[in-house]
T-cell receptor, first 112, second 111 residues
Framework: AQKVTQAQTEISVVEKEDVTLDCVYE???????LFWYKQPPSGELVFLIR??????QNEISGRYSWNFQKSTSSFNFTITASQVVDSAVYFC?????????FGKGITLSVRP | EPEVTQTPSHQVTQMGQEVILRCVPI?????FYWYRQILGQKVEFLVS????????KSEIFDDQFSVERPDGSNFTLKIRSTKLEDSAMYFC?????????FGDGTRLSIL
């Protein structure tokens, strides 16, 4: 069975601060994919980033970066220089077969 | 950029009635999914569909649910006899392989 834990429930930061969203996952599969999705107040789910289980290289994409640590089963997501438009619920998700298993989400509020 | 399209955006239905939620996946995608999100909760997998058949379904997807791809473009979720607890946002998603791209969702309200 797959499980995704997002221990943080709500984070509030001031604009331009960096913020890291934590994600811990469980799976018995050796091949899997990890994702972060953003859900703004309008309700849609927006794909942000993806990582394969066999590639632990961490990357930066614009203001987004992620830290994938297989040894600790963690896939943390960092937003650098946060903006008010980053305010949303952020979901970490795991895919080991055909379905996505989501965490409970973290509500990020960025104050001006 | 191609999008997954869902209609209607909001559906209000009386308890016990049948409802059909419609989705148009991205045209070259082969894998289709339905998820639901009860208000304030996490997104939950319902069903995946490939090659005109269900490839996986969750325990939520019981006999009152069914999916269909009636033509080359639409992918529908039918709830046969709605209950109050079916009130949720229903998301359709499609993929070629990775990642899954989601529609904007249909908010289903059961009265």
């Amino acid at each position: 069975a797959q499980k995704v834990t997002q221990a943080q429930t709500e984070i509030s930061v001031v604009e331009k601060e960096d913020v890291t969203l934590d994600c811990v996952y469980e799976t018995r599969d050796t091949t899997y994919y990890l994702f972060w999705y953003k859900q703004p107040p309008s309700g849609e789910l927006v794909f942000l980033i993806r990582r394969n289980s066999f590639d632990e290289q961490n990357e930066i994409s614009g203001r987004y970066s992620w830290n994938f640590q297989k040894s600790t089963s963690s896939f943390n997501f960092t937003i650098t220089a946060s903006q008010v438009v980053d305010s949303a619920v952020y979901f970490c998700a795991l895919r080991a077969n055909s379905k996505l298993t989501f965490g409970k989400g973290i509500t990020l509020s960025v104050r001006p | 950029e191609p999008e997954v399209t869902q209609t209607p955006s909001h559906q209000v239905t009386q308890m016990g009635q049948e409802v059909i939620l419609r989705c148009v996946p991205i045209s070259n995608h082969l894998y289709f999914y339905w998820y639901r999100q009860i208000l304030g909760q996490k997104v939950e997998f319902l069903v995946s569909f490939y090659n005109n058949e269900i490839s996986e379904k969750s325990e939520i997807f019981d006999d009152q649910f069914s999916v269909e791809r009636p033509d080359g473009s639409n992918f529908t979720l039918k709830i046969r006899s709605t209950k109050l607890e079916d009130s949720a946002m229903y998301f359709c998603a499609s993929s070629e392989s990775q990642p899954q791209h989601f529609g904007d969702g249909t908010r289903l309200s059961i009265l």
